[in-house]
């Protein structure tokens, strides 16, 4: 008898964790593996699953991205007169739910899949609260409170790397490599606990924004490190829970 319940138990929970909710992607398109039709179909499914996606899935056990958390990172910021580490903790990014695909290319080889991503995002928001201990000309600054930052209209072109493997008789699609270069068009910061005079973050801000390209220019690659495997693994921990079968022609 007891055996017979843990059976009934392993199938009930066989079913319950199958990755596959029909009803959930029964109206998306089926790809072609043709080279030149995989591309258009890709981006088909990447616009109409990334805002599907945004609240998450609790069935495929999709996190919820937007907003996307972050508890900690720091990184190094190095510039002519501005030398020292900024650590940020407690972060909400907003906006890759509007993220969209502009263009798709793919290229096929075996198992191997190259795709190339131009994606368009109106505004991509990041809030939180940062610490840093800045070296300035000759000044030791140890600001730390609030940040706001906010990047208008971003382009990113994305090079992922990728292979379709087989598990339990279903096709799977990961990541290998990721390579994304995001650029705004414009970019608006917002701190403060810079200085202890408010008028004095005020003006600070102002120049910050100012020469907000050149401290995009620091900030992009030195954040590069944290973000890129955080999106690849975001990215592998999704496929992983969805066969490719149902969105492939055979
Ligand atoms: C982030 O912090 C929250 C609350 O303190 C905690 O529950 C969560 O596990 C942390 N996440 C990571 C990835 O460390
Ligand atoms: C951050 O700044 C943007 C742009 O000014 C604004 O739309 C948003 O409401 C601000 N968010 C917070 C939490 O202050």
């Known amino acids: 008898m007891h055996s017979i319940i843990g059976l009934l138990c392993l199938l009930a929970l066989g079913v319950s964790a199958a990755p596959t909710d029909k009803d959930y992607f029964a ?11 995989l591309g258009e179909c890709v981006k088909e499914l990447f616009n109409t699953l990334t805002p599907r996606l945004k609240d998450g ?18 990184f190094q910021y190095t510039s002519g007169t501005v030398n020292g580490r900024i650590t ?17 290319s793919a290229k096929l080889n ?31 600054l140890k600001p730390k409170g609030e940040f706001n930052l906010t990047l208008y209209d971003v382009e990113t072109k994305t090079i992922t790397d990728g292979e379709i493997y087989e598990k339990d008789g279903h096709r799977y699609f ?19 606990g ?12 102002n120049v910050a924004n100012q ?17 890129q495997p955080l999106m690849l693994r975001m990215f592998n921990e999704a496929f992983e829970l969805v066969p490719i079968d149902q969105f492939l022609k055979e």
């Open 27 to 37: 109206d998306l398109p089926k790809c072609s593996t043709e080279e030149d039709q």
């Open 57 to 74: 899935n609790p069935e495929l056990r999709i996190e919820p991205y937007e907003p996307l958390r972050f508890n900690r990172t720091s």
């Open 88 to 104: 940020v903790r407690n972060a909400k990014i907003y906006g890759f739910a509007a993220n969209r695909a502009k263009e798709v």
């Open 110 to 140: 075996g198992d191997k899949v190259k795709f190339r991503f131009v994606t368009q995002m109106p505004k991509l928001n990041i809030v939180g609260s940062y610490k840093a201990d800045l070296q300035v000309n000759q000044l030791q």
């Open 174 to 192: 990961r990541l290998t490599n990721l390579d994304a270069n995001p650029k705004p068009r414009d970019m608006e910061i917002k701190a403060n």
């Open 194 to 205: 810079i200085f202890e005079d408010p008028e004095l973050d005020k003006v600070a801000m």
């Open 211 to 227: 020469y907000w390209r050149d401290i995009y220019g620091i900030l992009l690659p030195e954040t590069r490190k944290f973000w």
